[in-house]
T-cell receptor
Framework: SQTIHQWPATLVQPVGSPLSLECTVE??????LYWYRQAAGRGLQLLFY??????ISSEVPQNLSASRPQDRQFILSSKKLLLSDSGFYLC??????????FGSGTRLTVV | EDQVTQSPEALRLQEGESSSLNCSYT??????LFWYRQDPGKGPEFLFT???AGEEKEKERLKATLTKKESFLHITAPKPEDSATYLC???????????FGTGTRLQVTL
């Protein structure tokens, strides 16, 4: 069966520090991969999606970037965090028309 | 631009008091409409997918329906464990992108 792993679960980082969040998927090949952010009181906002290795599409111009170095690995990064980067980050995968399966999320607090 | 609007934002029910959540959408080329449940601090959990107007799906106390402009999530005789945020999303485009509504926070009390 397919599983998705996302870590860390929580992270507190100072303003200006770098960020790296990792997501891996098991039990499937060539999945579509997604990074979403959920700010307090707001809906899920699509940040990046990838349909294959090295293929990244950005939905919202921002301080973040994404990379897909392997088929089932998706990384969200930042060189210098801003206070506005705080939020709940979710990774998800999809390989059909049957919607997404989400990871457990990372709560990022920038202080 | 695809838009999804959910109402109400928050709903408080007593145990056994049935109600409905609404999801209205404006999209081009709907490929599917999804309902998710999200508990605090966790990722959304898949509930239903609906593909065409008139379709209905059921799971325990939940029933989802779809028309050409909106979807309803009916909750029959809810229990406290049904308390969660319920998210609606539409699937469009070739990259299978989901656009989410802001959700309905449901609280069921004894």
């Amino acid at each position: 069966s397919q599983t998705i792993h996302q870590w860390p679960a929580t992270l507190v980082q100072p303003v200006g520090s770098p960020l790296s969040l990792e997501c891996t998927v098991e039990g499937t090949s060539n999945p579509n991969l997604y990074w979403y952010r959920q700010a307090a009181g707001r809906g899920l906002q699509l940040l990046f999606y990838s349909v294959g290795i090295g293929q990244i599409s950005s939905e919202v111009p921002q301080n973040l970037s994404a990379s897909r170095p392997q088929d089932r690995q998706f990384i969200l990064s930042s060189k210098k965090l801003l206070l506005s980067d705080s939020g709940f980050y979710l990774c998800a995968w999809s390989d059909t028309n049957y919607g997404y399966t989400f990871g457990s999320g990372t709560r990022l607090t920038v202080v | 631009e695809d838009q999804v609007t959910q109402s109400p934002e928050a709903l408080r029910l007593q145990e056994g008091e049935s109600s409905s959540l609404n999801c209205s959408y404006t999209v081009s080329g709907l490929r599917g409409l999804f309902w998710y449940r999200q508990d605090p601090g966790k990722g959304p959990e898949f509930l239903f997918t609906l593909y065409s107007a008139g379709e209905e799906k059921e799971k325990e106390r939940l029933k989802a329906t779809l028309t050409k402009k909106e979807s309803f999530l009916h909750i029959t005789a809810p229990k406290p464990e049904d308390s969660a945020t319920y998210l609606c999303a539409v699937l469009t485009g070739t990259a299978s992108k989901l656009t989410f509504g802001t959700g309905t926070r449901l609280q069921v009390t004894l």
